[in-house]
């Protein structure tokens, strides 16, 4: 096809924009009144000052993100924080978000032992993870707590309570040892007791992670919490699993554990979707994202070529964990509270508006009839869904060129939309920048990166379909007969390539969907995780000496829970699942109910 001028464009552009000046107040804290948004001027870089300016190069349909652009990485984390299902898909964390878990929320704590704990413990949100270490013979002992005053924890994203060498522990280590040591994978007791010892300065009362469910690495068991109930319970099993021989894996796990195993999975998997874990309340102004290239610029090369599953902070240089732990403490004792923006709630308004919408677009895609007609009526159908999602961006005033109007650029008339879509979630909070916490302003940057590839791909695909004559609400004069099939086979490229891009996990589900006697399932540690090779032991931290035998210490670590129990972990490496599959998890339907299978 032929095109169109770009002068004449940018003049369409401005003519179209000055007809809806006015329909665009702004009001911002701090003045006296509120001033127009003036999208008129496509050369006024005023607009978007922290963001993106508005020249209309700087709208180009064709100019997609850097090869080591993170925006999409840090919206994706941001927008998976306290989910389940993400964060189990995605298992090696990057973020440290300070929180509180509010006044009355009840934590619980199961053991062998009749007696409350007198140094750190772990603690779970729900009492069906608890319970699996409420274990001994045929009995057990099971502690709630309840907060009764705020408590100041930091959260680790990612399934960051499961004890695999491949990057879910690398954080926790930079704070408790100074660097990542995955030789020490297994030494839980130092783990916490260093956590609870650095946290101390600031105040935090523990340490919010993830395995099967989440859970409470809570530091003192007389601040901030109360003893609501300690009861000695039964149970169906005995704890009588120990240390096999060497070379041999341990016998298969009592059918009584499987069953508290599997609830404790199915407790977790009512966090698996927003709003997720809402019993711990974090403050994402003081977020803290090692995919912040600024911040941890030594990953950017340890990344490089690397599939998102293997992304980890492991090799981060020195210079960057320094700075790394210079920015934690500002963040933990800072007196900002920050802009006040819900930025969580920004980043769902965000994917509920286009998951599904691109989803559906992709399932239309995937069509290859024989009959010419029908492949034009599904491009039609395609091109409906890209209106929908630009409608509210779609100028009254648009006038397209037809399509032997000679130019550079055959779609610059659809810039305006462009730019309409890529920033209205976000125009009114950069006047707010001078409020911003550097978290907020990296949370800005990383929502407008998304939006922008949203909105360019989405808009230049809606634009090839008007230039093509498939719609009704801008109706043009063709040429010639449009080419259906490439036109289907580029779009169905472009959306792949920018839903892979975006890479939200609210797109992984079990197809078809389970049964009532089944739970939808990504491998979880520990019950599908592979059999551990050997470790070398980790040094003995005379700080966190117990009176239990060291082989059950040493086995419980395996679990991440207190050295009272059985080697949990241990057993359940007897599934064995493939390397393969635990590095790259995929859903599965398993029964809930016996026979249990994983």
């Known amino acids: 096809m032929r095109y169109q001028s770009l002068a004449a464009a940018m003049s369409l552009g401005t003519a179209i924009l000055a007809l809806h000046t006015q329909q665009f107040p702004v009001s911002t804290t701090g003045e006296a009144g509120g001033r127009p948004l003036n999208i008129a001027n496509p050369n006024n870089d005023k607009l978007h000052s922290f963001g993106f300016g508005s020249k209309i190069e700087q709208w180009s349909l064709d100019e997609g993100p850097a090869e080591n652009a993170t925006g999409n990485l840090i919206f994706d ?3 998976s924080l306290l989910q389940h299902w993400p964060n189990t898909r995605y298992r090696n964390g990057h973020n440290i978000i300070p929180g509180t878990i509010p006044i009355g929320t009840l934590l619980y704590h199961g053991t062998t032992r009749n007696a409350i704990p007198s140094g750190p413990e772990w603690t779970a949100t729900d009492p069906e993870h608890s319970l699996v270490f409420a274990r001994g013979d045929k009995t057990g002992w099971h502690l709630t707590l309840a907060a009764t005053r705020p408590l100041k924890v930091l959260y680790f994203d990612g399934s960051s309570a499961a004890k695999v060498p491949e990057g879910t522990l690398d954080i926790q280590d930079i704070i408790a040892w100074g660097d990542v040591l995955p030789e020490r994978v297994l030494d839980e007791n130092s783990r916490i007791t260093n956590l609870c010892r650095w946290g101390k300065e600031f105040g935090i009362d523990g340490f919010a992670r993830m395995e099967m469910d989440f859970e ?27 240390d096999p021989p060497k070379n041999l894996r341990p016998p298969p796990p009592n059918p009584e ?33 090692l995919y912040d290239i600024a911040l941890a610029p030594s990953l950017v090369p340890v990344r490089a070529g690397l599939k998102r599953q293997d992304h980890r902070v492991f090799g981060i240089s020195p210079e960057d964990i320094s700075q790394l732990m210079r920015k ?7 007196p900002d509270p920050g802009s006040g923006i819900d930025w969580k709630a920004l980043t769902h308004v965000i994917v509920d508006r286009y998951a599904d919408r691109l989803e559906l ?26 209106r929908v999602m630009l409608a509210p961006y779609l100028l009254d005033a648009t006038v397209v060129p037809s399509a032997d109007t000679p130019g550079l650029h055959r779609l610059q008339w659809a810039s305006p939309m462009f730019r309409l879509c890529a920033t209205t979630h976000t125009t009114a909070m950069t006047y707010q920048v001078s409020l911003m916490t550097p978290s907020e302003r990296l949370l800005l940057k990383a929502t407008e990166d998304t939006t922008r590839e949203i909105c360019r791909v989405t808009t230049n695909m809606w634009a090839v379909g008007v230039m093509s004559g498939f719609d009704t609400l801008f109706p043009i004069e063709l040429g010639g007969e449009p080419d ?22 609210i797109w992984i589900k079990c197809r078809p969907a389970c049964g009532p006697e089944e739970i939808c399932y990504l491998p979880t540690w520990p019950l599908s995780a592979p059999t551990p090779s050997p470790l070398r032991q980790p040094p003995q931290d005379p700080q966190n000496a117990t009176d239990a035998p060291a082989e059950v210490n040493r086995l419980a670590d ?4 207190p050295p009272e129990g059985s080697a ?13 599959e635990w590095k790259r998890p995929q859903p599965k339907c398993v029964r809930r109910l016996p026979p249990l299978q994983f």
């Not at 069953?259 to 994402?284: C, F, K, Q, T």
């Not at 677009?361 to 890209?386: C, G, I, M």
């Not at 289907?488 to 996990?505: C, F």
């Not at 395996?558 to 829970?561: D, N, R």
Request: charged fraction near 20%; glycine fraction near 4%.
């Open 361 to 386: 677009v992709r399932h239309l895609l995937n069509f290859t009839p024989s009959d010419p007609q029908e492949l034009l009526q599904r491009a039609k159908l395609v091109q409906t869904q890209l």
């Open 558 to 561: 395996q679990v991440g829970h």
């Open 328 to 334: 934690l403490t500002e963040v933990i004792s800072r």
């Open 484 to 505: 259906v099939v490439q036109i289907m086979n580029d779009w169905r490229q472009d959306t792949q390539k920018l839903m892979s891009w975006l890479d939200w996990s």
């Open 257 to 289: 554990l499987w069953n508290r195993l599997v609830e404790a999975m199915h407790s977790g998997s009512w966090h698996n979707r927003y709003p997720g874990e809402s019993r711990i309340v974090l403050d994402l102004a003081g977020l803290v994202s």
């Open 77 to 79: 984390t941001v927008h």
């Open 568 to 580: 949990i972990a241990d057993a359940f490496s007897s599934i064995g699942t493939p390397m393969e």
């Open 216 to 242: 409470v690495m809570l530091c003192d068991f007389t601040a901030g919490v109360e003893v609501v109930s300690f009861l000695h319970v039964r149970v169906l099993w005995k704890d009588n699993i120990r």
